[in-house]
């Protein structure tokens, strides 16, 4: 057995003992590893230090080493976040369509945790703990993987969550770290199919890639996003204008950020000054089709057909003027990676029928693309956003990372 | 582009058609499908002779030729499966969990169709049918890629169900079959990532591994059952008989039969004969640990450690004497294939823990194990019983080929 096989198997029966624990030893397994985050804080730093000294040596770039880097504040909202998925109401043991069935059976279905969970991830030590309180609250062990650039600060929170763990009464083996950061132990674990119930990626567009195309374990595919908002011909204008530069440039790094601006040919000259009077005051840069140039003038760099199809994550923005309805949605179906979709309108069935037509985990109307998010949806937390349509489609709570099963109470029935 | 894209292609498009298309055309849709079947059945049974004269020249063996033929009754059954998806409850458009969130946007979560479903399956034409109705029903599109055994009743029925598809005012690709039955285009549909949602193997364990294995595009792993039922040491003795005695020979052919028998050893000198009275007037072979051996005599045959793990299908049952609850809830996490398990007890306490320590797709307290079946958990219809935990679980009825879309309703909120 190699050594990510005997985790997976710790982790496989560590998850039976947390499968059927019961939320109050949870919620307290949870506060025991907040309380263990906040008096160790020390060895967190120290370790966190070792990653960065590393970091400056490779000469990461400066907003990877952000991302990387903990402090005391950063630590408090770690453990902040913990104790608030400890709030949650716990997912597991609902019982839903329970009935009786004409032959007397009594038939239900019961929420069940997932099992083992496998998240492979960048380097943000944050991830380590919010992944593994969410994997935890759910019933469900984790194997968490994250990027070599932040192993010392996740070994350090890791040993803390799994001392916490027995103290309380659970197994330690309930979150484990891949030790190996080579890619080699990132592909076996895609291939640890006897453990692992489901893999989830965490990060850019590559390494999602990379897990969806190699994994034989179940992936749910999170994360990419090229968002459209799409300012029909019977929009509020200034309403058009203030939600792209919201979903622009709130925060462009993120997947529910806007990638591409559409706008009906009708208001495209009334419309397209307003929009880039705020845009520029973030200096966004503009890619546009040639009636979006003709309007706005050369500064508009010409669009290439691969600027259609791009999450851009930063300050750049695609703006196509269209003739109408249809042939936005079409243009958001083909170009669109199923994320989050928005248009601006006041008249009532463009607004529905978008909602009916556009393809997406999340269709707006008249607001920012930017709430896709699961706090904001009111799930509490969330592990990610999926943009498959299998098992969780949009934001990830905690019911996204259950399964079920069948209970059937008999009297002796036979078929 | 290959024949098989095109097809991917002009699916999509037609899902997008059929996935806003309403219940009552959809329904139209099917109800053309039954009587075009209806009044086109030379067609079909003359297909059906071809497949037949092929089969019969190839020396198929005489029960795989039995699935493989069609007549006016069996024609008829197909035709009745058709009107009875039509009368359930369309799945789609159904809004759950819609609130209003603190910043006044209305954000609710609304059910919608997957988008194109593969289906490969083996030699069984009534599949092509029900599958076909199953999918429209629940708004998407359907390839089919059937044994090439039944292709010409396979091309009839799907030529027959096009025409009626066209007829009903829905497009034709809405429905398509793949015309290459080479292994090489099994694999093409497995990688065909770019327009299919899902894959759904319906057949033998062989199949279903390939498929797990090798593809590319989501699966959704239907049907491998090792099933046991555990007569515990408070059970209704007679009660656990005829319950095995069902579950073993009812149709052991099917993935819901029992295929391991497990009794407590303070019970199995007075169980075990009560047993064999039954399995011997259908000849079932048993396999056994030394305990039932020494119990029932030689006759039954050593059980193999392969037995323990081996989904016969026929009238073989292995038998083993546990010590008690732990050793054979072990067992069956162990050896089971995570479908359907059962005990036989009458106290309280065992039922509970076995409800919430088994993990199955279903768990059953005092009955048997063929009832996990669509019809029978009152689904109305099945396309397949998952034994996955993503996504679907146990039986799948219409609601399992659907996914959801958040939609919301907003007033300009930018965040």
Known sequence: MTQLEMQGLAAKHAGRVLSIAGTARKNAALE???????????????????????????????????????????????????????????????????????????????RVPLGVIGII?????????????????????????????????????????????????????CVA???????QSATELMNLTEYLDVLIPRGGAGLIQSVVQNAKVPVIETGVGVCHVYVHQEADLDMGANIIFNAK???????????????????????????????????????????????????????????????????????????GFEEAVEFINTHGSGHSEAIVTNNYFAAQQFLDQVDAAAVYVNASTRFTDGNEFGLGAEIGISTQKMHARGPMGLEELTSSKFIVYGTGQVR
Request: charged content about 25%; aromatic content about 4%; hydrophobic content about 45%.
């Open 177 to 183: 770290l891949v030790t190996d950061t080579t890619r």
């Open 249 to 323: 440039t709130s925060r462009p790094s993120v997947c529910n950020a806007a990638e591409c601006l559409l706008v009906d040919r009708a208001v495209a000259g009334a419309f397209l000054p307003k929009a880039w009077a705020l845009l520029r005051t973030k200096n966004v840069e503009l890619r546009g089709c040639p009636e979006t140039r003709a309007i706005l003038g050369d500064f508009v760099k010409p669009a290439t057909e691969a600027d259609w199809d791009t999450e851009f994550g930063d300050y750049i923005l695609a703006v196509k003027v269209v003739s």
């Open 121 to 173: 991830y960048e380097a943000r030590p944050n991830v380590t703990v919010d992944a593994a309180a969410l994997c935890l609250k759910s019933g469900n062990a984790v194997i968490l993987r994250g990027g070599k650039e932040a192993f010392h600060s996740n070994q350090a929170f890791v040993a803390i969550m799994r001392d916490a763990l027995e103290c309380a009464g659970l197994p330690r083996d």
């Open 32 to 110: 025991a590893i907040a309380q263990a985050i906040e008096s160790r804080q020390t060895e967190i730093l120290a370790a966190n230090q070792a990653d960065m000294e590393a970091a400056r040596a490779a000469n990461m770039r400066p907003a990877l080493q952000d991302r990387l880097a903990l402090d005391e504040k950063r630590i408090a909202g770690v453990v902040d976040g913990v104790r608030q998925v400890a709030a949650l109401p716990d997912p597991i043991g609902a019982v839903t369509q329970m009935a009786s069935r004409p032959n007397g059976l009594v038939i239900g279905r019961r």
